[in-house]
């Protein structure tokens, strides 16, 4: 018989690793390749008295704002997502903004919490990388977040233009990625537009993540994606007293898997709307009803 003098402690899932690594500072770069195959959240923080407004916000604005969990007033812990962990310690990097103007970055916000700050966890594209990975698409390199002229649907004092997540792609990659992503609809869903940049008033010359953009190569196009930075425009946009965020690149890591996230909920939509079990058909709802204004050099 072999005796233990201590219970062994139990082992912790990658996400969970990950977090602890975050958290105790031994991880301090973006959330990208972390935990491959689990779902990735972008962060905002603010004070209940704008709560509500917010929350709408996102509810009107759900390409780029696809909401999957609000604390409550207070609560650090993502009760929903990633039972355990704590939203003042386990991002490698926030973004505080004052009056609309981001002031600095922290690796934690534990001493600027307060009592009722509301945190909502918005779905980030980072989730579907693997996805993506694994149909041939490359998502490493060639990928900026830029400012775009395309206008949210403003909620009091939330309001502001759409941040995109700009990848260039070859034809076909565009095609595969297209069908991918539209899988996706809780973490941005498919492209909202694909081709030329100034379509969309897409400035290139002050990416908000990223290198300088360079002359596009020949054979490559660019697919945007509406991104989780969005919020942070609406912050500048709205000027309230105190919001903190993630840093861009910088997610949150939850303990559910994409995949199976993806699967729930297409086994939900079929129950709700009486699409038969069909993939294809199940593809096509879910990019026309999450992305019902795709561009395509201004096509429709």
């Known amino acids: ?7 062994e402690a139990p082992s912790l899932t990658l996400p969970q690793q990950t977090r602890l690594d975050i958290r105790e500072g031994r991880v301090t770069g973006t959330a990208h390749g972390r935990a491959p195959g689990y779902l990735v959240c972008n962060l905002v923080v603010i004070r209940r008295a704008l709560a509500d407004e917010f929350l709408l916000y996102c509810q009107r604005n759900p390409q780029a704002c696809p909401l999957l969990e609000v604390t ?10 990633a039972p355990g962990s704590d939203l003042r310690t386990d991002l490698s990097r926030y973004a505080i903004y004052r009056d609309g103007v981001r002031e600095e970055d922290r690796e934690d916000i534990v001493d600027v919490w307060e009592n009722d700050f509301v945190a909502f966890l918005i779905g980030s594209g980072i989730s579907f990388d693997g996805a993506l990975e694994r149909a041939g698409v490359p998502t490493t390199g060639n990928r900026w977040v830029v400012r775009t002229k395309l206008q949210t649907v403003p909620v009091g004092r939330f309001h502001g233009p759409m941040a995109v997540t700009m990848r260039w792609l070859t034809p076909a990659q565009a ?12 973490c941005h869903g498919a492209p909202i537009h694909i081709g030329d940049p100034e379509l969309i008033g897409a400035d290139l010359k002050q990416p908000l993540f990223g290198p300088v953009v360079p002359p596009i190569p020949k054979g490559l196009i660019a697919v945007f994606w509406p991104c989780g930075v969005t919020p942070q425009e609406a912050a500048l946009a709205a000027k309230i007293d105190l919001m903190i965020t993630h840093a861009p690149g910088h997610g949150f890591i939850t303990d559910i898997e994409a995949e199976r996230f993806v699967q729930k909920n297409f086994q939900r939509n079929r129950q709700l709307h009486g699409h038969p079990p069909s993939l294809a058909v199940d ?3 879910v990019a026309t009803f999450a992305h019902p204004q795709l561009h395509v050099d201004g096509q429709g």
Do not use: H, W
Request: hydrophobic share 35%; charged share 25%.
């Open 175 to 186: 095609i595969t990625a297209v069908q991918v992503t539209s899988r996706f609809p809780a």
């Open 72 to 81: 409550d007033p207070g609560c650090s812990e993502p009760k929903r997502l």
């Open 1 to 7: 018989m072999i005796s233990r003098t201590k219970a």
């Open 283 to 285: 593809e096509l709802y």
